[in-house]
Each structure stands twice: as structure tokens, then as C-alpha cells.
């Protein structure tokens, strides 16, 4: 509970989420604070939820939560272009915490592809064949891609219906004249957040 508690406040000192009704904590913070918590422990689980990251404007801070739970996950990847073939063995090799941004500006093509992977890899039984071998030997092989993956993009409807059924949406906003929260500098970032990611390896 007190590295939770920890990881709450050190999001809410790079970024603000909106509130509902009489909350005194908006509720987007305990939910990525437990996620995080959940990509150290998803490989003794069946299945992993993924986080669906969106705002309806730009500058609401998606890239921000993405750095963030870069330096705090398990094994945080974050990406915004990669090939398919290298996504799919680097899942398979690391089973890294997938961290996606600006998946709303990726061609259709490229999102297809992809999709196969996401639709896949949220339970642990999720495979993508592919081939593999010089030319006049070429074999296939199964590589698993399942590992917790979180998405950030503009518009509520980013990723496609299949891939939102999975997915818990945490809604981002611009934040008002009034708000204030601590410049996101890699340094300072890394100095808040390196104390909690020591404790969830320990945890």
C-alpha cells in the first residue's frame, strides 16, 4: 500500500487527470498505479489488462504518463515506430511493458499488422507464427506475445473496438491556468521515480 500510495503522488507531480464527482484523488492515478504494480507480477497471471491512454486534444500529457510509466514498470519499452518483426521477437525475448505512443498517426497498414500482435497478447497462450531461416530452408516458429502493453493516442476511439474491450480507458486533459506540476525533465523524471521502481523489484 505505501509504494501505491508512493506511485500515486509521483504521477500526480508530472501530471493532472480529471476528476469525477466528489473524488478526492481522480481515480486514473489509482488505476495506473496499480497497473504498474500488475506488470511485475502479469507473468504468474492468465491475462493482462491493457491501459487505453487518451485525451480529446493534444498537449494533455499522454506522452508524459507513457515516460512515466516507463521509469516505473517492469521492463518498460517505450516506443512509437518499430517493425513488426522486431516487435514481435523483442516481446518474445523480454516480455518488456509495451508502451506505444502516437498509435493514433500509425498507417493502416502498419496498424493491421500490429493489431494481430495486440488482439493476441493479452493472455499468456498468445502465439504469432512466423518464418524463420535462410531462404532455402525457411521453417516457422511460435513467438509469445503476451506482456502488458498500454496505448496513447487522440480520440477515445484510438485503437480499434477488439483491442478497447481490453483495455481500461484513462481519460487525459490539458491542465488549467491554476494547476501546476513539476517541469518533465528525463532527469528529474528519473530521480522521482527510480526510489518506487526499487521498491516494486524488491516487492
Request: contains cysteine; charged residues 25%; glycine residues 0%.
Given at each position: 500500500a505505501e509504494i501505491l500510495n508512493d506511485t500515486v503522488q509521483v504521477l500526480r507531480r508530472f501530471i493532472v487527470l480529471p476528476a469525477y464527482g466528489t473524488e478526492s484523488i481522480p481515480h486514473g492515478f489509482i488505476v495506473l498505479a496499480l497497473w504498474v504494480a500488475h506488470t511485475y507480477t502479469c507473468m504468474m497471471v492468465e491475462t493482462t489488462p491493457y491501459l487505453s491512454i487518451w485525451s480529446a486534444t493534444m498537449r494533455a500529457g499522454k506522452t508524459t504518463v507513457l515516460e512515466l510509466l516507463n521509469e516505473l514498470a517492469r521492463r518498460g519499452w517505450l516506443f512509437s515506430d518499430v517493425t513488426l518483426a522486431a516487435l514481435t521477437r523483442k516481446i518474445d525475448r523480454d516480455a518488456p511493458t509495451l508502451l506505444y505512443d502516437e498509435g493514433d498517426a500509425a498507417n493502416k497498414e502498419l496498424q493491421a499488422e500490429l493489431g494481430g500482435i495486440f488482439n493476441a497478447g493479452y493472455k499468456a497462450s498468445g502465439q504469432r507464427t512466423v518464418a524463420s531461416g535462410p531462404p532455402s530452408n525457411i521453417t516457422t516458429v511460435d513467438l509469445n506475445v503476451y506482456c502488458p502493453k498500454a496505448f496513447a493516442g487522440i480520440g477515445s476511439t484510438t485503437l480499434r473496438e477488439t483491442l478497447r474491450d481490453r483495455a481500461i480507458p484513462i481519460e487525459l486533459r490539458r491542465k488549467k491556468p491554476d494547476e501546476r506540476v513539476a517541469r518533465n525533465r528525463a532527469r528529474t523524471?528519473?530521480?522521482?521515480?527510480?526510489?518506487?521502481?526499487?521498491?516494486?523489484e524488491g516487492w
Open positions: 523524471r528519473r530521480q522521482a521515480c527510480a526510489p518506487i521502481k526499487a521498491q516494486f
